[in-house]
């Protein structure tokens, strides 16, 4: 599939959400039909009651018996179809909120796999970074166990997926009384992409280096006609 047949074709889900409103749309018309139907019904059920207990009454008790009979069984099989057409609203809410919840679900998914995604990017500058610097390997392994706990609490940086690499990097190296190597950070993928989205921490967004000056336009004031045809006239 291209680019741009992929572009184009809609998504399942949204094929779902909308087969399922236009089924609702179905089953709640055939509700209102079906309702009418049945208050018919009960209309002529009344009417035909009237016309055997009224005084003088004409309609013959078999013909009223068999009327009533058709009336009734109408209305009954009004009633078991709204009964079904409501089973099936119900289903549909099922559906839609098994969908819902599915949905849900996988958005935290996504939202917990770029997460784990940050921190371990931020685990593997921070590492490169301590192992460059430190000059033992305690010491490395004090400071990184140091940078590790702070980047466990959230009282102390927040929530790390809201925060960009550099800005992470570069709070816990100031905490650390650490000095990155900026200049070769910035040569990483993961720095290039935070320069050019403008997401990057100050020392890393100052070595992207701002876009440079328009060069000035030569200002040209207004011609001298008059000493131009007067140095033309003074002409050999």
């Given at each position: 599939m291209t680019a741009a047949a992929a572009t184009s074709a809609p998504e399942p889900q949204a094929d779902a959400w909308e087969a399922e409103a236009q089924a609702r749309a179905v089953a709640q018309r055939q509700l209102q039909v079906l309702?009418?139907?049945?208050?018919i019904g009960l209309s002529i059920a009344g009417a035909l009651e009237q016309q055997?207990?009224?005084?003088g009454a004409k309609l013959a008790a078999g013909d009223a018996a068999l009327a009533y009979a058709r009336v009734s069984r109408a209305v009954?099989?009004?009633l078991a179809l709204q009964s079904s057409v409501l089973e099936g609203l119900q289903a549909l809410d099922r559906a839609a909120g098994s969908r819902l919840y599915e949905q849900r679900c996988k958005a935290e998914r996504d939202r917990q796999l770029r997460a784990q995604a940050?921190?371990?990017r931020v685990d593997r500058v921070l590492?490169?970074?301590i192992e460059k610097e430190a000059t033992s390997e305690a010491e490395g392994e004090r400071l990184a166990g140091e940078a590790h706990e702070?980047?466990?609490r959230d009282d102390i940086y927040g929530d790390l997926a809201e925060r960009s690499v550099s800005e992470i990097i570069d709070r816990v190296c100031r905490d650390l009384g650490l000095s990155p190597d900026w200049p070769s950070l910035a040569q990483e993928?993961?720095?290039q992409?935070?320069?050019e989205a403008r997401t990057a921490a100050a020392p890393l967004a100052a070595l992207g280096g701002p876009d440079p000056p328009a060069a000035p336009r030569r200002k040209v004031g207004p011609r001298n006609t008059r000493n131009t045809r007067k140095t033309l006239s003074q002409a050999p």
């Open positions: 309702g009418r139907l049945a208050e055997v207990t009224a005084e009954r099989l009004s940050h921190r371990e590492d490169r970074v702070r980047l466990e993928a993961w720095a992409e935070e320069i």
